[in-house]
Every structure is written in structure tokens, then in C-alpha cells.
């Protein structure tokens, strides 16, 4: 069964002090991971999509990379804007493009 | 920039009345998607729709749930006998269809809460 899981669920950081969100999967045959951004109450916002490993998407401060197990959003200096929900979602089977998701990783810059 | 919208941004509503909610998809995209969100939980697919025919829906998506394209531009979810366990965030998504794995763009989402 298609699975993802991110970590940590929260993440508290100083604004400029910068760190790396995990987004872990198990998927049969991987046809792409998404990363959206979502602040509450509203949906999700579109930021990347990796297709293969060894792949990277960059950002502003984000930069998105993918390995054959795991996935990591990388956030440089970060500033208080950055405060959301960070979800990571793949492709599950079939032809329908559904997308499995994450529970997200929950992140607060502080000034 | 295009985007995908829904109304209304939130319904209440008694257990056991109907619910209509609607969205407007991005115009040029093909494929169109609901899923929920329940306070605290992961999104969850519901359903996914084509040329005018379900092509997909979850376990989730019972009899009581169903959707529709009325007209060229809106996308429409409607639950039948609203359930306690209903009250979620709904969003729904578009993709364009040129290629396998593009991107599903959300809208906003309606907050659907069930008294």
C-alpha cells in the first residue's frame, strides 16, 4: 500500500536558522512527489515536483531533493512568511493521478 | 493567474440535510479532483472525475456522495444525508491532462460543518 510519512510534525526555528523538512515514502513504481504549502484554513499551494531521484527543485529560500526512499525540503534562512504547513504528497497507482499524502510538517518561524 | 475557486468558503449545516458544494476549475483543465481534509488528519482522496464520468472514487465516497458537471465551467460534490463524521475541509483540484503526472492545482476549500 501506498504510504508517505513526514517529520517531524513540528518545527519551531529562528528566523535564519535553517533545516531540512523529511518526507519518507513507500509507493510501487514512484511517478512523481509533490510538495504543496497550506496555511490554515486554506488549500494547498502548489511548490514542486520531482520526478526521479537524484532530482532538485529550488525556490527563493526552498529547495526540494529526492532520493530513491525519501524526499527533503531544505529551507535556507528562513523568514517569518515561511510559517505554514508543508505537505508532501506522490502519485499512487492507477490511472487517476490520485495523490497520497502526508500528514505535513508543521513549521513557525520566529523573528 | 488562473485559479481553481469554491464556494461557499463555509456551510453549516443539520445532520441528514443535502449540501452542494461547488467549484469552478482552472478552464482549460481536463481532470478534476475532491478530496478532504479532517481537522487534524491527512487529506483524503474522495474522488476523480473525466470527461464527464467518475474515473475513480475512494472508499469514502459512498452513495451518499456524488458529483456532477453541470455546465462547462462548474464541478459539483453533493452528499445527500450529511453525517457528523462529514465535517471536513473539502477541496477540490484540477490538472490540465497533457502529461501523466502533472500538477493538481487547489482551490481555497469549503469548510463543510455538520451540527
Known amino acids: 500500500e501506498d504510504q508517505v510519512t513526514q517529520s517531524p510534525e513540528a518545527l519551531r526555528l529562528q528566523e535564519g536558522e535553517s533545516s531540512s523538512l523529511n518526507c519518507s515514502y513507500t509507493?510501487?513504481?514512484?511517478?512523481?512527489l509533490f510538495w504543496y504549502r497550506q496555511d490554515p484554513g486554506k488549500g494547498p499551494e502548489f511548490l514542486f515536483t520531482?520526478?526521479?531521484?537524484?532530482e532538485e527543485k529550488e525556490k527563493e529560500r526552498l529547495k526540494a531533493t529526492l532520493t530513491k526512499k525519501e524526499s527533503f525540503l531544505h529551507i535556507t534562512a528562513p523568514k517569518p512568511e515561511d510559517s505554514a504547513t508543508y505537505l508532501c504528497?506522490?502519485?499512487?497507482?492507477?490511472?487517476?493521478?490520485?495523490?497520497?499524502w502526508g500528514l505535513g510538517t508543521s513549521l513557525a518561524v520566529n523573528p | 493567474e488562473p485559479e481553481v475557486t469554491q464556494t461557499p468558503s463555509h456551510q453549516v449545516t443539520q445532520m441528514g440535510q443535502e449540501v452542494i458544494l461547488r467549484c469552478v476549475p482552472i478552464?482549460?483543465?481536463?481532470?478534476f479532483y475532491w478530496y478532504r481534509q479532517i481537522l487534524g488528519q491527512k487529506v483524503e482522496f474522495l474522488v476523480s472525475?473525466?470527461?464527464?464520468?467518475?474515473?475513480?472514487k475512494s472508499e469514502i465516497f459512498d452513495d451518499q456522495f456524488s458529483v456532477e458537471r453541470p455546465d462547462g465551467s462548474n464541478f459539483t460534490l453533493k452528499i445527500r444525508s450529511t453525517k457528523l463524521e462529514d465535517s471536513a475541509m473539502y477541496f477540490c483540484?484540477?490538472?490540465?491532462?497533457?502529461?501523466?503526472?502533472?500538477?493538481?492545482?487547489f482551490g481555497p476549500g469549503t469548510r463543510l460543518t455538520v451540527l
Open positions: 472525475f473525466y470527461n464527464n464520468e467518475i474515473s475513480e
Open positions: 478552464s482549460n483543465h481536463l481532470y
Open positions: 504528497a506522490v502519485l499512487g497507482a492507477g490511472n487517476n493521478r490520485k495523490l497520497i
Open positions: 520531482l520526478y526521479s531521484a537524484g
Open positions: 509507493v510501487s513504481g514512484l511517478r512523481g
Open positions: 483540484a484540477s490538472r490540465l491532462g497533457q502529461g501523466s503526472t502533472d500538477t493538481q492545482y
